[in-house]
């Protein structure tokens, strides 16, 4: 039987710290005040959950949240004007896009307009170029490969020499993720839309950390899982549940319930990698205004 990774109290342990790290920021330095602005377009209602759940943490810990919300058909020059507008804002240390945006807009051209110093979702091309280059830092991990990170390693799972299986290539989760778990020094393989069925069970039989981040229901079962693999699960997926206020339940791309057996150590869904990805975002923006704090005062 697996241990389960608790991803919501990890996640509250660290929002206690960071709340903590900001009071005394704040008595230090009195007119402190960190500030993320999210930019959101049109409505959809997972968006929503997620906006709401970023703003209602930064309020918890002392970071000023607030939401831009515009209509679905908002025209893309009015966009990247708002978005230059905040980044000439000194007083807003991290800008938020809400991903995904709608299908007329250029998605990598928008999130690339965000200044570096504030791309606290690290998805410029300056900052996810660092990510790939063997010697370099970015200034910002992207949140939800941050906060995959720290659960691996406040679980004390070594990733160097280990064979390590990332399921799915986004550039907000897979693709960052894959490099910088090579670069901690695993020895990592993408599977993605174009792997056959066979390269897929071949990599995840063998691998000691296996994550899947492709958004499908049970792409992971236990027969493919490698006894004592660390199993990390990023899907949100929804499944029709009559038991449920909603019609539905939110669930993984793990099957847990033939995979926990064979597994050492799993997140469950939820409660395990999303509550990270929003912590790591106030993690993000009070790097940032630490550092606008540092070029104040040298
Ligand atoms: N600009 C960004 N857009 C998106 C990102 C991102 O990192 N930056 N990631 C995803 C969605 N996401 C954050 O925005 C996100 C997904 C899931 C969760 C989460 O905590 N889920 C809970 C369950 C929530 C529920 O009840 O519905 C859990 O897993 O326990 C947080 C954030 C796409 N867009």
Partial sequence: MAVKIDGKSISSE????????????????????????????????????YVRMKLKSSEEVGIRGELLKFPADINQEELITEV??????????????????????????????????????GFTNLNLASVFK?????????????????????????ISGKNVVVCGRSDIVGGPLSKLLEKRGGTVTVIH?????????????????????????????????????????????YVPDATKKSGQRMCGDVDYASTEPKASLITPVPGGVGPMTVVMVLANVLESAKASLDSQSS
Avoid at 15 to 43: C, H, M, W, Y
Avoid at 94 to 116: A, M, R, S, Y
């Fill in 193 to 237: 839309s174009r792997s056959t069925q066979a390269q897929k069970e071949f990599f995840c039989k063998n691998a000691d950390i296996l994550i899947s981040a492709v958004g499908q229901v049970n792409f992971i079962t236990g027969d493919i899982i490698k006894e004592g693999a660390v199993v990390i699960d990023v899907g949100t997926n």
């Fill in 14 to 49: 660290l929002r206690l710290s960071i709340a903590d790290e900001i009071k005394q920021l704040k008595q230090k330095n009195p007119g402190f005040e960190p500030r993320l602005t999210i930019i959101q377009v049109g409505d959809r209602p997972d968006s929503s959950v």
């Fill in 84 to 121: 230059e507008r905040l980044n000439q804002d000194p007083s807003v240390h991290g800008i938020l896009i809400q991903l995904p945006l709608p299908e007329h807009l250029d998605e990598p051209l928008i999130t690339n307009k965000v200044i570096q110093s504030k791309d606290i979702d």
């Fill in 134 to 158: 063997k010697s370099d830092k970015p200034l910002y991990v992207p949140c939800t490969p941050k906060g995959i990170l720290y659960l691996l390693d406040h679980e004390k799972v070594e």
